[in-house]
Protein backbone atom coordinates (compact mmCIF):
# COMPACT_ATOMS: atom_id res chain seq x y z
CA UNK A 1 0.00 0.00 0.00
CA UNK A 2 1.64 3.53 -1.01
CA UNK A 3 -1.48 5.60 -1.21
CA UNK A 4 -2.64 7.36 2.19
CA UNK A 5 -5.09 9.73 3.35
CA UNK A 6 -3.66 12.95 4.95
CA UNK A 7 -4.74 12.19 8.02
CA UNK A 8 -2.70 8.82 7.56
CA UNK A 9 0.47 11.13 6.33
CA UNK A 10 0.08 13.38 9.17
CA UNK A 11 -0.30 10.15 11.87
CA UNK A 12 2.56 8.47 10.48
CA UNK A 13 4.81 11.79 10.60
CA UNK A 14 3.55 11.65 14.15
CA UNK A 15 4.98 8.30 14.68
CA UNK A 16 8.11 9.33 13.18
CA UNK A 17 9.20 12.36 14.57
CA UNK A 18 8.37 10.54 18.50
CA UNK A 19 10.48 7.30 17.58
CA UNK A 20 13.66 9.86 16.48
CA UNK A 21 12.81 11.97 19.40
CA UNK A 22 13.41 8.50 21.71
CA UNK A 23 16.06 6.96 19.87
CA UNK A 24 17.95 11.08 20.53
CA UNK A 25 17.24 10.64 24.28
CA UNK A 26 18.62 7.22 24.33
CA UNK A 27 21.67 8.66 22.63
CA UNK A 28 21.96 11.65 24.94
CA UNK A 29 21.54 9.30 27.85
CA UNK A 30 24.50 7.07 26.38
CA UNK A 31 26.75 10.18 25.83
CA UNK A 32 25.85 11.24 29.25
CA UNK A 33 27.06 7.91 30.46
CA UNK A 34 30.07 8.12 28.66
CA UNK A 35 31.29 11.78 29.59
CA UNK A 36 30.82 10.18 33.33
CA UNK A 37 32.94 7.11 32.44
CA UNK A 38 35.54 9.28 30.05
CA UNK A 39 35.68 11.70 33.71
CA UNK A 40 36.10 8.16 35.91
CA UNK A 41 39.04 7.41 33.62
CA UNK A 42 40.92 10.51 32.97
CA UNK A 43 40.22 13.26 35.89
CA UNK A 44 37.94 12.18 39.20
CA UNK A 45 39.85 12.81 41.87
CA UNK A 46 39.93 9.21 44.00
CA UNK A 47 38.10 10.17 46.86
CA UNK A 48 35.00 10.60 44.13
CA UNK A 49 34.22 6.89 42.86
CA UNK A 50 31.61 6.41 45.44
CA UNK A 51 29.28 8.87 43.86
CA UNK A 52 30.54 8.52 40.84
CA UNK A 53 29.08 4.82 40.91
CA UNK A 54 25.82 6.40 42.33
CA UNK A 55 25.60 8.63 39.43
CA UNK A 56 26.28 5.81 36.96
CA UNK A 57 23.84 3.18 38.58
CA UNK A 58 20.95 6.34 38.81
CA UNK A 59 21.77 6.59 34.95
CA UNK A 60 22.10 3.18 33.92
CA UNK A 61 18.12 2.73 35.41
CA UNK A 62 16.97 5.73 33.47
CA UNK A 63 18.44 4.05 30.31
CA UNK A 64 16.96 1.03 30.63
CA UNK A 65 13.58 2.08 31.52
CA UNK A 66 13.34 4.31 28.34
CA UNK A 67 15.63 1.36 26.08
CA UNK A 68 12.88 -1.53 27.64
CA UNK A 69 9.66 0.97 27.67
CA UNK A 70 6.42 -0.34 26.65
CA UNK A 71 4.99 2.21 24.38
CA UNK A 72 7.91 2.53 22.70
CA UNK A 73 8.13 -0.75 21.99
CA UNK A 74 4.47 -0.68 20.09
CA UNK A 75 5.37 2.79 18.72
CA UNK A 76 8.49 0.12 16.96
CA UNK A 77 5.49 -2.66 15.96
CA UNK A 78 3.41 0.29 14.10
CA UNK A 79 6.36 1.65 12.37
CA UNK A 80 7.83 -1.53 11.18
CA UNK A 81 4.59 -2.84 9.60
CA UNK A 82 4.61 0.36 7.70
CA UNK A 83 5.51 -0.05 3.93
CA UNK A 84 6.79 3.53 3.54
CA UNK A 85 10.20 3.51 4.31
CA UNK A 86 12.70 4.85 2.54
CA UNK A 87 15.95 1.74 3.64
CA UNK A 88 17.43 3.91 5.76
CA UNK A 89 14.60 4.22 7.84
CA UNK A 90 14.48 0.33 7.96
CA UNK A 91 17.67 -0.60 8.71
CA UNK A 92 17.26 1.93 11.75
CA UNK A 93 14.18 0.28 12.69
CA UNK A 94 15.35 -3.27 12.18
CA UNK A 95 18.83 -1.95 14.57
CA UNK A 96 16.22 -0.65 17.07
CA UNK A 97 14.42 -3.61 17.18
CA UNK A 98 17.05 -5.52 18.13
CA UNK A 99 18.42 -3.80 20.58
CA UNK A 100 14.43 -3.89 21.87
CA UNK A 101 14.91 -7.34 22.05
CA UNK A 102 18.35 -7.51 23.60
CA UNK A 103 16.81 -5.43 26.45
CA UNK A 104 13.66 -6.82 26.76
CA UNK A 105 13.54 -10.46 26.15
CA UNK A 106 15.77 -11.62 29.10
CA UNK A 107 13.41 -11.94 32.33
CA UNK A 108 14.17 -9.46 35.75
CA UNK A 109 15.48 -12.07 37.28
CA UNK A 110 17.78 -13.74 35.09
CA UNK A 111 19.60 -10.37 34.24
CA UNK A 112 19.50 -9.80 38.27
CA UNK A 113 21.31 -13.12 39.05
CA UNK A 114 23.41 -12.78 36.08
CA UNK A 115 24.65 -9.49 36.59
CA UNK A 116 25.33 -10.57 40.64
CA UNK A 117 27.21 -13.30 39.11
CA UNK A 118 29.62 -11.22 36.93
CA UNK A 119 30.49 -8.81 39.83
CA UNK A 120 31.57 -12.14 42.21
CA UNK A 121 33.58 -13.56 39.14
CA UNK A 122 34.82 -10.42 38.12
CA UNK A 123 36.09 -9.42 41.87
CA UNK A 124 37.48 -13.16 41.95
CA UNK A 125 39.23 -12.78 39.49
CA UNK A 126 41.46 -9.66 40.85
CA UNK A 127 42.66 -11.51 43.36
CA UNK A 128 42.64 -14.91 42.05
CA UNK A 129 45.15 -13.29 38.98
CA UNK A 130 47.73 -11.89 41.58
CA UNK A 131 47.69 -15.01 43.39
CA UNK A 132 48.09 -16.95 40.46
CA UNK A 133 45.35 -19.47 41.11
CA UNK A 134 43.30 -20.53 38.39
CA UNK A 135 41.64 -23.37 39.94
CA UNK A 136 39.75 -21.37 42.29
CA UNK A 137 38.19 -19.46 39.34
CA UNK A 138 36.74 -22.88 37.71
CA UNK A 139 33.32 -22.76 39.95
CA UNK A 140 33.11 -19.28 38.58
CA UNK A 141 33.78 -20.13 34.72
CA UNK A 142 31.28 -22.86 34.96
CA UNK A 143 28.53 -20.51 36.63
CA UNK A 144 29.55 -17.99 33.95
CA UNK A 145 29.26 -20.63 31.15
CA UNK A 146 25.99 -21.70 32.32
CA UNK A 147 24.61 -18.35 32.19
CA UNK A 148 26.22 -17.69 28.82
CA UNK A 149 24.47 -21.16 27.31
CA UNK A 150 21.01 -19.46 29.42
CA UNK A 151 21.25 -16.31 27.63
CA UNK A 152 21.34 -17.47 24.32
CA UNK A 153 18.71 -19.75 24.79
CA UNK A 154 16.44 -16.64 24.85
CA UNK A 155 17.51 -15.89 21.12
CA UNK A 156 16.63 -19.85 19.92
CA UNK A 157 17.39 -17.98 16.49
CA UNK A 158 20.87 -18.29 16.12
CA UNK A 159 21.20 -22.33 15.98
CA UNK A 160 24.57 -22.34 17.83
CA UNK A 161 25.11 -20.22 21.36
CA UNK A 162 28.57 -18.79 19.88
CA UNK A 163 26.44 -17.41 16.82
CA UNK A 164 24.54 -15.30 19.04
CA UNK A 165 27.70 -13.54 20.60
CA UNK A 166 29.33 -13.02 18.29
CA UNK A 167 25.74 -11.17 16.51
CA UNK A 168 26.24 -8.82 19.34
CA UNK A 169 29.21 -7.38 18.07
CA UNK A 170 30.02 -8.45 14.79
CA UNK A 171 26.37 -8.14 13.23
CA UNK A 172 25.98 -10.98 10.81
CA UNK A 173 28.89 -13.21 11.00
CA UNK A 174 28.93 -16.70 12.21
CA UNK A 175 31.21 -19.30 14.05
CA UNK A 176 31.19 -21.02 10.91
CA UNK A 177 32.48 -17.97 8.77
CA UNK A 178 34.95 -16.86 11.96
CA UNK A 179 36.56 -20.33 12.19
CA UNK A 180 36.88 -20.38 8.61
CA UNK A 181 38.64 -16.99 8.38
CA UNK A 182 41.07 -18.05 11.60
CA UNK A 183 42.04 -21.28 10.27
CA UNK A 184 43.32 -20.29 6.73
CA UNK A 185 44.75 -17.12 8.98
CA UNK A 186 46.84 -19.61 11.33
CA UNK A 187 47.84 -22.15 8.56
CA UNK A 188 49.63 -19.10 7.19
CA UNK A 189 50.88 -17.15 9.90
CA UNK A 190 52.51 -20.35 11.70
CA UNK A 191 55.32 -20.71 9.30
CA UNK A 192 55.35 -17.13 8.33
CA UNK A 193 56.17 -15.99 12.55
CA UNK A 194 58.40 -18.91 12.36
CA UNK A 195 60.27 -17.39 9.73
CA UNK A 196 60.38 -13.61 10.44
CA UNK A 197 61.22 -14.81 14.53
CA UNK A 198 64.55 -16.94 12.70
CA UNK A 199 65.76 -14.24 11.19
CA UNK A 200 67.96 -11.73 12.54
CA UNK A 201 66.47 -9.20 14.43
CA UNK A 202 66.44 -5.25 14.20
CA UNK A 203 68.36 -2.93 16.33
CA UNK A 204 66.04 -1.62 18.43
CA UNK A 205 67.96 -0.55 21.81
CA UNK A 206 66.90 3.43 20.92
CA UNK A 207 63.42 2.94 21.73
CA UNK A 208 64.03 2.78 25.49
CA UNK A 209 66.22 5.92 26.05
CA UNK A 210 64.80 8.41 27.80
CA UNK A 211 62.09 10.20 26.10
CA UNK A 212 60.47 13.75 27.57
CA UNK A 213 56.53 12.86 28.14
CA UNK A 214 55.31 16.36 26.87
CA UNK A 215 57.76 15.90 23.50
CA UNK A 216 55.68 12.19 22.79
CA UNK A 217 52.46 13.64 23.17
CA UNK A 218 53.19 16.61 21.02
CA UNK A 219 54.31 14.26 18.21
CA UNK A 220 51.46 11.85 18.41
CA UNK A 221 49.28 15.08 18.59
CA UNK A 222 50.72 16.85 15.34
CA UNK A 223 50.35 13.38 13.20
CA UNK A 224 46.72 12.90 13.97
CA UNK A 225 46.50 16.58 13.15
CA UNK A 226 47.76 15.39 9.76
CA UNK A 227 45.53 12.20 9.69
CA UNK A 228 42.21 14.36 10.06
CA UNK A 229 41.14 14.32 13.27
CA UNK A 230 39.10 16.99 14.20
CA UNK A 231 40.31 18.33 17.65
CA UNK A 232 37.29 20.98 17.94
CA UNK A 233 35.24 17.57 17.92
CA UNK A 234 37.27 16.04 20.26
CA UNK A 235 40.62 16.23 22.65
CA UNK A 236 43.14 13.25 23.89
CA UNK A 237 44.01 13.13 27.19
CA UNK A 238 45.79 10.85 29.89
CA UNK A 239 44.43 7.45 31.34
CA UNK A 240 45.64 3.68 32.28
CA UNK A 241 44.03 1.69 29.47
CA UNK A 242 43.22 4.05 26.35
CA UNK A 243 40.32 4.26 24.61
CA UNK A 244 37.80 5.80 21.98
CA UNK A 245 34.34 7.43 23.24
CA UNK A 246 31.35 9.20 21.72
CA UNK A 247 30.49 11.48 23.94
CA UNK A 248 27.54 12.42 22.32
CA UNK A 249 26.78 14.00 19.01
CA UNK A 250 30.01 15.75 17.77
CA UNK A 251 32.24 15.00 20.59
CA UNK A 252 34.86 12.10 19.79
CA UNK A 253 37.68 11.73 22.32
CA UNK A 254 40.58 9.68 23.14
CA UNK A 255 42.98 8.44 25.66
CA UNK A 256 46.29 7.31 25.53
CA UNK A 257 49.25 6.78 28.04
CA UNK A 258 52.98 7.40 27.51
CA UNK A 259 56.21 5.96 28.90
CA UNK A 260 59.49 7.98 28.58
CA UNK A 261 61.37 4.52 28.63
CA UNK A 262 59.33 3.16 25.46
CA UNK A 263 58.69 5.32 22.00
CA UNK A 264 56.57 3.18 20.79
CA UNK A 265 53.56 3.30 23.66
CA UNK A 266 52.43 6.80 23.57
CA UNK A 267 52.42 7.12 19.62
CA UNK A 268 51.15 3.93 18.31
CA UNK A 269 48.29 4.47 21.06
CA UNK A 270 47.31 7.43 19.94
CA UNK A 271 47.26 6.40 16.05
CA UNK A 272 45.39 3.39 17.48
CA UNK A 273 42.46 5.19 19.45
CA UNK A 274 43.07 8.23 16.50
CA UNK A 275 41.63 5.47 13.86
CA UNK A 276 38.41 4.90 15.88
CA UNK A 277 37.88 8.12 16.16
CA UNK A 278 38.85 9.26 12.96
CA UNK A 279 35.41 6.77 11.91
CA UNK A 280 33.64 7.93 14.58
CA UNK A 281 33.98 11.55 13.51
CA UNK A 282 32.93 10.84 10.13
CA UNK A 283 29.73 9.26 10.51
CA UNK A 284 27.34 11.22 8.14
CA UNK A 285 25.99 13.90 10.70
CA UNK A 286 22.24 12.77 9.51
CA UNK A 287 22.71 9.35 11.03
CA UNK A 288 23.73 11.14 14.58
CA UNK A 289 21.10 10.28 17.33
CA UNK A 290 19.83 6.90 15.76
CA UNK A 291 20.42 3.41 16.02
CA UNK A 292 23.18 3.62 12.99
CA UNK A 293 25.00 7.05 14.29
CA UNK A 294 27.94 5.35 14.93
CA UNK A 295 30.56 2.16 13.90
CA UNK A 296 28.67 -0.51 12.47
CA UNK A 297 30.72 -3.69 14.10
CA UNK A 298 33.66 -4.67 16.44
CA UNK A 299 35.43 -5.83 13.49
CA UNK A 300 35.05 -2.82 11.16
CA UNK A 301 36.13 -0.53 13.76
CA UNK A 302 38.76 -2.16 14.73
CA UNK A 303 39.73 -2.32 10.78
CA UNK A 304 40.48 1.49 11.49
CA UNK A 305 42.37 1.42 14.31
CA UNK A 306 45.03 -0.60 12.67
CA UNK A 307 44.40 0.55 9.15
CA UNK A 308 45.91 4.34 10.64
CA UNK A 309 47.86 2.55 13.89
CA UNK A 310 49.68 -0.66 11.42
CA UNK A 311 49.02 0.09 7.80
CA UNK A 312 49.58 3.49 7.49
CA UNK A 313 51.69 4.39 11.01
CA UNK A 314 54.13 1.30 11.01
CA UNK A 315 54.79 1.74 7.00
CA UNK A 316 58.24 2.83 5.26
CA UNK A 317 56.34 6.06 3.74
CA UNK A 318 55.31 6.97 7.13
CA UNK A 319 58.62 6.81 8.28
CA UNK A 320 59.91 8.97 5.11
CA UNK A 321 57.39 11.88 6.09
CA UNK A 322 57.96 11.60 9.74
CA UNK A 323 61.35 10.44 10.84
CA UNK A 324 62.92 14.31 9.90
CA UNK A 325 60.47 15.73 12.07
CA UNK A 326 61.02 12.79 14.69
CA UNK A 327 64.22 13.71 15.05
CA UNK A 328 64.30 17.46 15.13
CA UNK A 329 61.96 16.79 18.12
CA UNK A 330 64.65 14.37 19.51
CA UNK A 331 68.16 15.41 18.28
CA UNK A 332 70.17 13.87 21.33
CA UNK A 333 68.12 10.55 21.33
CA UNK A 334 68.13 9.52 17.96
CA UNK A 335 71.77 11.21 16.74
CA UNK A 336 72.95 8.02 16.18
CA UNK A 337 69.70 6.56 14.55
CA UNK A 338 68.75 6.07 11.06
CA UNK A 339 64.96 6.63 8.91
CA UNK A 340 65.58 2.77 8.17
CA UNK A 341 66.76 1.74 11.65
CA UNK A 342 63.12 3.67 13.24
CA UNK A 343 61.44 1.61 10.48
CA UNK A 344 62.47 -1.80 11.67
CA UNK A 345 62.60 -0.97 15.01
CA UNK A 346 58.72 -0.42 14.73
CA UNK A 347 58.17 -3.59 13.18
CA UNK A 348 60.08 -6.02 15.33
CA UNK A 349 58.23 -9.48 15.66
CA UNK A 350 58.55 -12.10 18.61
CA UNK A 351 57.18 -14.69 20.76
CA UNK A 352 55.48 -13.51 23.66
CA UNK A 353 52.92 -14.87 26.25
CA UNK A 354 50.89 -11.33 26.40
CA UNK A 355 48.29 -10.50 23.88
CA UNK A 356 48.76 -6.71 24.59
CA UNK A 357 52.43 -6.75 23.89
CA UNK A 358 52.52 -9.02 20.90
CA UNK A 359 53.31 -7.44 17.58
CA UNK A 360 51.28 -7.13 14.27
CA UNK A 361 51.90 -10.48 13.38
CA UNK A 362 51.69 -12.89 16.32
CA UNK A 363 48.75 -10.75 17.82
CA UNK A 364 46.05 -12.83 15.35
CA UNK A 365 47.62 -15.88 17.24
CA UNK A 366 46.62 -15.20 20.61
CA UNK A 367 43.05 -14.31 19.22
CA UNK A 368 42.68 -17.21 17.07
CA UNK A 369 43.44 -19.39 20.56
CA UNK A 370 40.96 -17.64 22.63
CA UNK A 371 38.35 -17.84 20.32
CA UNK A 372 38.55 -21.35 19.62
CA UNK A 373 39.10 -22.12 23.14
CA UNK A 374 35.98 -20.06 23.84
CA UNK A 375 34.32 -21.97 21.35
CA UNK A 376 35.29 -24.79 22.70
CA UNK A 377 33.97 -23.83 25.95
CA UNK A 378 30.70 -23.23 24.65
CA UNK A 379 29.52 -25.88 22.40
CA UNK A 380 30.87 -28.46 25.34
CA UNK A 381 33.89 -29.87 24.22
CA UNK A 382 36.12 -28.43 26.47
CA UNK A 383 35.30 -28.70 30.06
CA UNK A 384 36.40 -25.67 32.36
CA UNK A 385 38.67 -27.46 34.70
CA UNK A 386 40.62 -28.77 31.49
CA UNK A 387 41.07 -25.05 30.33
CA UNK A 388 44.02 -23.81 31.56
CA UNK A 389 46.01 -27.21 30.26
CA UNK A 390 44.30 -26.72 26.55
CA UNK A 391 45.39 -23.05 26.70
CA UNK A 392 48.93 -24.26 27.27
CA UNK A 393 48.93 -26.84 24.33
CA UNK A 394 47.27 -24.40 22.12
CA UNK A 395 49.93 -21.89 22.91
CA UNK A 396 52.68 -24.03 22.39
CA UNK A 397 51.15 -25.46 18.97
CA UNK A 398 50.07 -21.71 17.64
CA UNK A 399 53.04 -19.60 18.90
CA UNK A 400 55.76 -22.10 19.96
CA UNK A 401 55.55 -21.04 24.01
CA UNK A 402 54.38 -22.33 27.43
CA UNK A 403 53.59 -19.66 30.15
CA UNK A 404 55.59 -20.99 33.53
CA UNK A 405 52.56 -19.99 34.82
CA UNK A 406 48.43 -19.33 35.52
CA UNK A 407 48.57 -15.48 35.32
CA UNK A 408 49.84 -15.65 31.89
CA UNK A 409 47.63 -18.92 30.92
CA UNK A 410 43.66 -18.30 31.09
CA UNK A 411 43.78 -15.92 33.89
CA UNK A 412 45.13 -13.12 31.50
CA UNK A 413 42.50 -11.56 30.11
CA UNK A 414 39.51 -9.84 31.81
CA UNK A 415 37.14 -10.54 29.10
CA UNK A 416 36.65 -14.01 30.67
CA UNK A 417 35.66 -13.39 34.21
CA UNK A 418 32.50 -10.84 33.62
CA UNK A 419 30.49 -13.29 33.65
CA UNK A 420 30.05 -13.86 29.89
CA UNK A 421 31.95 -16.78 27.62
CA UNK A 422 31.45 -16.19 24.24
CA UNK A 423 32.13 -13.35 20.82
CA UNK A 424 35.04 -11.68 23.12
CA UNK A 425 37.61 -11.41 21.10
CA UNK A 426 36.91 -12.64 17.42
CA UNK A 427 36.73 -8.94 16.21
CA UNK A 428 40.53 -7.82 16.91
CA UNK A 429 41.12 -10.08 14.19
CA UNK A 430 38.75 -9.70 12.03
CA UNK A 431 39.62 -5.83 12.22
CA UNK A 432 43.22 -6.71 11.26
CA UNK A 433 41.49 -8.41 8.11
CA UNK A 434 39.93 -6.03 7.02
CA UNK A 435 41.95 -3.24 7.51
CA UNK A 436 44.23 -4.66 4.83
CA UNK A 437 41.34 -5.10 2.25
CA UNK A 438 39.83 -1.45 3.19
CA UNK A 439 43.95 -0.47 2.45
CA UNK A 440 43.66 -2.46 -0.56
CA UNK A 441 40.20 -0.80 -2.20
CA UNK A 442 41.51 2.54 -1.54
CA UNK A 443 44.95 2.14 -2.89
CA UNK A 444 43.39 0.83 -6.61
CA UNK A 445 40.73 3.68 -6.05
CA UNK A 446 44.12 6.34 -5.74
CA UNK A 447 46.87 5.05 -7.28
CA UNK A 448 50.12 6.42 -5.64
CA UNK A 449 48.66 6.58 -2.19
CA UNK A 450 51.46 5.53 -1.15
CA UNK A 451 53.63 8.53 -2.32
CA UNK A 452 50.88 10.95 -0.77
CA UNK A 453 51.91 9.20 2.48
CA UNK A 454 55.47 9.62 2.50
CA UNK A 455 54.36 13.77 2.26
CA UNK A 456 52.01 13.58 5.20
CA UNK A 457 49.54 14.14 2.62
CA UNK A 458 46.43 11.97 3.77
CA UNK A 459 43.43 13.54 2.40
CA UNK A 460 42.84 11.35 -0.56
CA UNK A 461 42.97 8.07 2.28
CA UNK A 462 41.08 9.68 4.62
CA UNK A 463 38.35 11.26 1.66
CA UNK A 464 38.06 7.61 0.35
CA UNK A 465 37.67 5.37 3.81
CA UNK A 466 35.05 8.69 5.04
CA UNK A 467 33.09 8.23 1.75
CA UNK A 468 32.95 4.17 1.52
CA UNK A 469 32.99 3.43 5.62
CA UNK A 470 32.56 6.30 7.24
CA UNK A 471 30.03 8.29 6.21
CA UNK A 472 27.33 5.12 6.60
CA UNK A 473 27.92 4.47 9.91
CA UNK A 474 25.42 1.41 10.67
CA UNK A 475 23.82 2.43 7.51
CA UNK A 476 24.28 -1.45 5.78
CA UNK A 477 25.17 -4.94 7.55
CA UNK A 478 29.07 -5.06 7.97
CA UNK A 479 29.36 -7.84 5.58
CA UNK A 480 27.09 -5.46 3.16
CA UNK A 481 29.66 -2.52 4.07
CA UNK A 482 32.51 -4.59 3.39
CA UNK A 483 31.28 -5.39 -0.03
CA UNK A 484 30.06 -2.38 -1.10
CA UNK A 485 33.42 -0.75 -0.49
CA UNK A 486 35.37 -3.10 -1.69
CA UNK A 487 33.61 -5.23 -4.14
CA UNK A 488 34.19 -8.36 -2.73
CA UNK A 489 32.99 -10.41 0.57
CA UNK A 490 35.49 -10.24 3.35
CA UNK A 491 38.67 -12.54 2.19
CA UNK A 492 42.15 -12.91 3.82
CA UNK A 493 44.08 -12.23 0.77
CA UNK A 494 44.74 -8.74 1.14
CA UNK A 495 45.74 -9.28 4.79
CA UNK A 496 48.09 -11.89 4.17
CA UNK A 497 49.53 -10.74 1.21
CA UNK A 498 50.34 -7.40 2.86
CA UNK A 499 52.09 -9.41 5.96
CA UNK A 500 54.15 -11.36 3.41
CA UNK A 501 55.45 -8.38 1.46
CA UNK A 502 56.08 -6.39 4.39
CA UNK A 503 57.70 -8.78 6.87
CA UNK A 504 59.41 -11.24 3.44
CA UNK A 505 61.30 -7.45 2.35
CA UNK A 506 61.98 -6.26 6.17
CA UNK A 507 63.49 -9.70 7.17
CA UNK A 508 64.76 -10.47 3.70
CA UNK A 509 62.83 -14.02 3.78
CA UNK A 510 62.88 -15.59 0.43
ZN1 LIG B 1 40.89 -0.81 19.14
Redesign the pocket.
Known amino acids: MTSTTAGDARSTDTQWTDLKAHWQELADLGGIGSLLGWDQSTYLPSGAAAGRARQQSLLSRMVHARATDADYGRLLDAVQGRGDLSPAQTRMVALARKNFEEATRFPAEFVAAWSQHGGESYSAWTTARPDNDFTRMVPYLEKSLDFSRQAAAYFPEFGDPMDYFIDRSDEGMTAAQVGEVFSKLREALVPLADAVIGAAPPRTDFLHRHYPAATQLAFGEAVIRDYGYDFTRGRQDLTHHPFMTRLGGADVRITTRVKENDLGEALYSTL ?1 EAG ?1 ALYEQGVSGEFLGTPIGGGVSAGVH ?1 SQ ?1 RLWENLVGRSRAFWAAYFGKFRDAFPEQLSDVSEDEMHRAVNTVARSLIRTDADELTYNLHVITRYELERELLGGTLAVRDLNDAWHAAYERNLGLRAPNDVNGALQDVHWYFGSIGGAFQGYTLGNVLSAQFYAAAEKANPGLEDDIARADFSRLHGWLRKHVYAPGGLYQPAELVERATGQPMTVEPYLKYLREKYGELYALS
Open positions: HHES
